[in-house]
T-cell receptor
């Protein structure tokens, strides 16, 4: 039982490039979320999903898109990366109030 | 807007008791959660309060007062491994969760 996994662990992007962060969970959870965490700040919700095929905007959705084609996967896309998107990205899944977090993806945009 | 306020840092001695407070102002409220995060690690769930009162889980307890929009996390018998950041989080409805900025706890020998 791997829990929540994220790929890649680290990545460096150039401004204007695009990429997709991947998240997978094997707990059959219905709810999945993407957060970003910046130094000295808490986790800010980017987008979330309450089920396969449904997504919704969180606190800071601009510059990101998401897709949830399968229940176990939640993808986060950066369309045209900007230095302000340098951050640690966490994916989380849950079936109720308790969220399980992945190990994070450390993304640097130069 | 929505906000959660918690102290940025707390320092305590090994073996002592420490309380981390959280006040919130959100458009909806569906429970207060607490998470622990060690440096370089992922947040892990500690506790949850949906109703007023105290919830106890081993050395950790969490309290909620909905009328005061206030809660706290109480850590007893502090150990060095408790040095970490602690986040309060509020479920605001539609399965959205808003996190506080976190409290960094330093445990000294």
């Amino acid at each position: 039982n791997a829990g929540v996994t994220q790929t890649p662990k680290f990545h460096i992007l150039k401004t204007g490039q695009s990429m997709t962060l991947q998240c997978a969970q094997d707990m059959n959870h219905g709810y999945m979320s993407w957060y970003r965490q910046d130094p000295g700040m808490g986790l800010r919700l980017i987008h979330y999903s309450v089920g396969e095929g449904t997504t919704a905007k969180g606190e800071v959705p601009d510059g990101y898109n998401v897709s949830r084609l399968k229940k176990q996967n939640f993808l986060l896309g950066l369309e045209s990366a900007a230095p302000s998107q340098t951050s640690v990205y966490f994916c989380a899944s849950s079936s109720n109030y308790e969220q399980y977090f992945g190990p994070g993806t450390r993304l640097t945009v130069t | 807007g929505q906000s959660l306020e918690q102290p940025s840092e707390v320092t305590a001695v090994e073996g002592a008791i420490v309380q981390i407070n959280c006040t919130y102002q959100t458009s909806g409220f569906y429970g207060l959660s607490w998470y622990q995060q060690h440096d370089g690690g992922a947040p892990t769930f500690l506790s949850y309060n949906a109703l007023d009162g105290l919830e106890e889980t081993g050395r950790f307890s969490s309290f909620l007062s909905r009328s005061d929009s206030y809660g706290y996390l109480l850590l007893q018998e502090l150990q060095m491994k408790d040095s970490a950041s602690y986040f309060c989080a509020v479920g605001t409805g539609g399965f959205k969760t808003i996190f506080g900025a976190g409290t960094r706890l330093f445990v000294k020998a």
